[in-house]
């Protein structure tokens, strides 16, 4: 029987990297290209998007998830920029005072472009009226209607009290004038009579002056009275030629504003409560110009701000729907706000103090937001939720919600919103946010889940190429020679971490050709070249590549115990990769495995010591499944085994050693050495067939890296699953060193291959009563659990002899 | 400044129980400022109250209220001695905004008799109105003066053309005449008169010169002070007691 391995061929230096080729990419530099205009490979999201922005209904506003770097954002606004503008624009918004009620002010719809014009049309009618008012209170025919009135007034008041005084006189008594009143006395040659002299008066005088005054008095309260009435008379009759002659002054303003503003019906009854307000507060025109006219140091001069028109939103007349970003959307940025001023050590605030939010600025539009900045803002989130549900804008100020402010305050009219509001985050906020608001599914009913990785097809390296050439222009780089860019392309393939898929990472790439960009000027090119591209790679790497750095020195130094040539049973080199930050780095690990008798435990060290994660512990179990039922499916499983990773001192995750630490298992229980020149990764399930792992590229070159420091032999390499072959997207001295042949990668579809390859000596097929070969490995191993089983099985009946025993001697 | 403001010794402004003294006073200071002249403040007791109150059935009825109320004479001393003490306090503080000498003076007589027998001759007196006071200050109104063609009313003109001058206002020159042709003739002269200064002015035709038509002319032009001339001896103190009455804007005496 042959016990020698079978010859797993290493695969070919070709499979390890999936090229770009140049000659496929029909351009000379990005300088030639067009912009690209359209989503790569995000068929799903755009159509997505394309739904939410074609159906009007309510809800149907858009969540835009994916990886961070995807370019989601700029994506999604070129995509809004590019709609068609198929309706009319949106309207211009404005608020006015409201003359009934000015703690709520008026909110104004106009078309777009007219708010502005209306706010230059009242501040013109304004200054206007500031100079009519007043001309027209010191017109001839103001003064002389006035004047009449006034002196009719006098005229009819004097002639009463003249009489009176008159009747008086008659009587030998004057009509007096108090400080406060009037008062009557007798009088002796037009002089009041002393008290003396009154004195010495015959009764009947006295009786007959008593008399006098007392009808006198009576006449005059009722001439007091009169002229009371009179007054009222006078200042209505004031006030209405102040109506009429103002009602004219301005009249003729507004019939003109009202033929410019026709069919606006809401302007209309804003410019009739106006016209009314100027006509009840003419005075304040005229007050306003003695002010100028420094005619009033001790008082304020009137405002007229009541009038002014407060454009909250404007817009062009041929511009499409507004795309607004929030990038900072607290409560008051997104819903708008009402400003105070101090007055007299007090706030005070009007109309004209309302700001918009960007839900005013996106209405008829689209307001685009970061999810996670809007649910770690205060209040913002849910007064989103409100303004979306009620399709209004309403500014509320939370200081006065909450009771924190006592000052006077406004309530805004609320304004109708129109707008799609486009949410961006990561799948992990969209899915909580799923979970946990119910308000959530109801308001954000469409996801456009952007792609992390697209598919690499010529058609799509083509577009590549012109997203490339569009960054390049926009970030104001050189151009990218055809070479680079098929470099680019590469490289994005390996952030994928598959050949065959382009990464969505555009980020990332921009931040490459940056690199690159720089390079090529240091080196005075006038365009990137693929060298500027490989120069720019590997100044990223090694820019993060500290930590990597000082495990491989460690290594090297042997204070981490890694071999990278002769055997050792139950040892075998597994591979693991780390992530820090957006750096990955691939590292050889030392797992050991010893065996024994035992109950049928594999015990996993790592998560003894609750250093292993839940898939790790996973794999572990289902290689102590995989023993039990492949050697011990007769008898009872009577292995006790443990496996370590040695000198690891964190937390051990994911499944993808499982294979390396059945081989070590195997070649505890076989006592067959394993060639410490490989490393293995791959995961393993309970029939021994070998799975796909992520990181492949990383693992490879950290064992590489490794050999080569040490010296390349020619029979180091790596076994990986078969399953990963299309990821491999290697670096360049990797492929150089496998197509030397001092490097390999071999493929495995199971354990048997593995450690075929990792032993030399053949796994060992089953015969048709289930036994192996004996000098397999397999068979080895068999032999060995048999062994365990039989001494187990001798260690029980012993075990029960004794006990027998015990009990009969007690009975 | 004009010879006739020159000439001008004092303006002598006449505080009595009127609320529009005020208005009298402004106009007094403006007028000491701009001749200049000392602004001397007259403060008027009458005694005609003063007896009136010491009177055993004395009542005075609310000028506004109507109601009937006993008045004592030592209320009305207390009141004379308040409001004396608040027209000097506003004299000082008039004279002292504008910068002018004045003087203070509290006499106890009755009404414009004892202004008159207290005033000299080149005196401007400024007499507070009695009737309604228009609401817009006077420096924005025009100035009235009562022209009758006599050598005092030229004096009036002069006084008046200089007041004009100074604070930008118009004149309204009231001329009381018997007929058309006489009117004509006044404001043909008046014109003339005009034509060489730096004043606007418009002639109002008087049919006659009563107090009753002075203060109807002057309250339809919302004139802002009354320039009246008067070098009649005695002095007719009805006529002044009507006009004062009637007079919606201080009246200033020009003598």
């Given at each position: 029987m042959n016990i020698e391995s079978k010859n797993l061929a290493p695969l070919p230096a070709d499979a390890l990297y999936r090229r770009c080729d140049p000659a496929g990419l029909a351009f000379e530099d990005t300088s030639k290209l067009e912009d690209l205009t359209q989503l790569i490979g995000q068929d799903r999201a755009g159509a997505a998007m394309e739904f939410a922005i074609g159906i009007g209904r309510d809800g149907f506003n858009l969540f835009v998830m994916g990886p961070p770097g995807s370019g989601k954002h700029s994506l999604v606004q070129d995509f809004l920029a590019r709609q068609p503008v198929g309706r009319e624009p949106p309207g211009d918004w404005a608020y006015v005072n409201?003359?009934?009620?000015?703690?709520k002010p008026i909110a104004l719809a106009l078309p777009a472009g007219r708010a502005a014009a209306l706010k230059h049309d009242m501040q013109q009618l304004v200054d206007e009226l500031r100079t009519a008012i007043p001309a027209m209170f010191e017109s001839d025919e103001y003064r002389a209607r006035a004047g009449q009135i006034e002196a009719d007034f006098t005229e009819r008041h004097e002639r009463a009290f003249t009489e009176l005084g008159a009747e008086a006189e008659k009587e030998k008594v004057a009509l007096l004038r108090t400080p406060a009143g009037f008062s009557f006395a007798p009088v002796k040659d037009g002089e009041v009579i002393s008290p003396e002299d009154y004195a010495a008066l015959p009764d009947e005088e006295k009786e007959r002056i008593a008399r006098v005054i007392k009808a006198l008095q009576q006449k005059l309260e009722g001439i007091i009275r009169e002229v009371m009435r009179l007054r009222k008379e006078q200042r209505e009759q004031l006030k209405q030629l102040n109506r009429e002659m103002t009602l004219f002054a301005v009249g003729t303003h507004m019939t003109d504003l009202k033929e410019r503003y026709a069919g606006l019906e809401r302007v209309h009854a804003f410019l009739d409560a106006v016209q009314q307000d100027v006509i009840d507060n003419a005075e304040d025109f005229v007050r306003a110009r003695e002010a100028q006219s420094g005619g009033m140091p001790q008082q304020e001069a009137p405002s007229?701000?009541?009038?002014?028109?407060?454009?909250l939103v404007e817009h062009g007349t041929?511009?499409?729907p507004p795309v607004v970003v929030e990038e900072h959307p607290t409560y008051q940025n997104l819903v708008g706000r009402v400003e105070h001023i101090p007055q007299y050590g007090t706030l005070v605030t009007d109309f004209n103090l309302v700001k918009p939010g960007a839900l005013h600025r996106s209405n008829g539009g689209y307001l685009l937001i970061d999810a996670l900045k809007l649910v770690t803002q205060p209040f913002s989130w849910e007064a989103l939720k409100r303004a979306i549900s009620t399709r209004q804008i309403r500014i509320e100020s939370l200081g006065e919600v909450y009771g924190l402010m006592s000052t006077v305050s406004l309530a805004p009219e609320p304004i109708p919103l129109e707008a799609k509001v486009v949410l961006f985050g990561d799948r992990l906020v969209y899915y909580l946010l799923h979970a946990y608001d119910p308000d959530f599914p109801k308001l954000f009913k469409v996801a456009a889940d952007f792609e992390d990785r697209i598919d690499r097809t010529p058609e799509h390296d083509a577009l590549f190429a012109r997203l490339v050439a569009t960054m390049a222009r926009g970030r104001g780089l050189v151009p990218f020679e055809r070479d680079a860019v098929a470099r680019v392309i590469e490289h994005s393939a390996r952030l994928a971490g598959d050949a065959k898929k382009l990464s969505a990472n555009i980020r990332a790439i921009g931040d490459l050709m940056s690199d690159a960009d720089l390079w090529a000027r240091q080196a005075g090119r006038a365009r990137a070249g693929a060298a500027d591209v490989e120069h720019a790679i590997e100044a990223q790497r090694k820019r993060s590549d500290r930590m990597r750095s000082v495990m491989h020195e460690a290594i090297l130094r042997g204070t981490v115990l890694i071999d990278s040539g002769g055997e050792q049973v139950g040892q075998v080199n597994g591979l693991s990769v780390l992530q820090l930050g957006d750096h990955a780095f691939g590292a050889p690990t030392r797992i050991t495995a010893t065996t024994r008798l035992g109950d049928g435990r594999v015990i996993d060290v790592q998560r003894e010591v609750e250093l292993g994660g839940a898939i790790h512990s996973k794999g572990v179990l289902i290689l102590s499944a995989f023993l039990a039922a492949r050697f011990s499916f007769k008898r009872p499983h009577s292995l006790a085994a443990s496996l370590v990773f040695e000198q690891t001192y964190g937390l051990v995750e994911g499944d993808s050693a499982s294979l390396a630490e059945l081989c070590a298992l195997l070649s505890s229980l076989a006592e067959a050495p394993i060639k410490q020149s490989y490393a293995v990764t791959g995961s393993v399930n309970q029939l021994g067939e070998v799975q796909a792992i992520g990181g492949v590229n990383e693992k490879i070159e950290g064992f590489f890296d490794v050999c080569n420091a040490r010296g390349l032999t020619g029979g180091q390499g790596v076994i990986i699953p078969a399953a990963n072959i299309d990821d491999l997207m290697l670096r360049a001295d990797v492929i150089a060193a496998a197509r030397a042949g001092r490097f390999q990668v071999y493929a495995v579809t199971s354990v048997d291959e593995a450690v075929e390859l990792l032993t030399g000596v053949a796994a060992g097929a089953p015969d048709a009563s289930g036994a192996y070969p004996p000098q397999t490995i397999n068979g080895r191993v068999a032999a060995r659990m048999r062994e365990l089983s039989v001494l187990r099985q001798k260690l029980g009946a012993r075990d029960a002899g004794r006990n027998d025993r015990r009990v009969r001697r007690r009975g | 400044m004009s010879a006739a403001g020159a000439m001008r010794r004092r303006v002598v402004v006449v505080f009595e129980s009127s609320p529009a003294s005020e208005t009298a006073l402004a106009a007094a200071a403006a007028l000491a400022a701009r001749l200049p002249a000392h602004l001397a403040g007259l403060f008027i007791e009458d005694v005609n109250l003063m007896r009136m109150a010491a009177l055993p059935f004395a009542h005075e009825l609310g000028r506004v209220s109507a109601m009937l109320r006993p008045i004592q004479a030592r209320d009305i001393e207390r009141e004379f001695r308040l409001q004396a003490e608040r027209a000097r306090r506003a004299l000082e503080a008039a004279a002292a905004g504008l910068q002018v000498d004045w003087s203070f003076e509290a006499v106890r007589g009755t009404g414009l008799k004892a202004v008159f027998e207290l005033t000299r001759e080149l005196d401007l007196v400024v007499v507070a109105p009695g009737g309604q006071v228009a609401a817009r200050p006077a420096a924005a109104r025009p100035l009235a003066i009562l022209f009758d063609g006599s050598e005092a009313a030229w004096q009036a003109m002069e006084t008046g053309q200089m007041l004009a001058e100074a604070s930008g206002a118009a004149l309204v020159v009231l001329v009381p005449a018997a007929d058309r042709s006489a009117f004509d003739a006044a404001r043909s002269e008046l014109v003339a008169w005009l034509a060489g200064r730096r004043v606007s002015g418009r002639c109002v035709w008087l049919r006659e010169r009563s107090a009753a038509q002075v203060c109807r002319a002057v309250r339809e032009h919302h004139a802002g002070l009354l320039l009246w001339h008067d070098s009649a001896s005695p002095r007719d103190a009805q006529l002044y007691a009507r006009l004062v009455a009637g007079l919606p804007c201080a009246l200033v005496l020009v003598t």
């Open positions: 409201n003359f009934a009620d000015p703690h007229f701000r009541r009038y002014q028109v407060n454009v041929d511009s499409g | -």
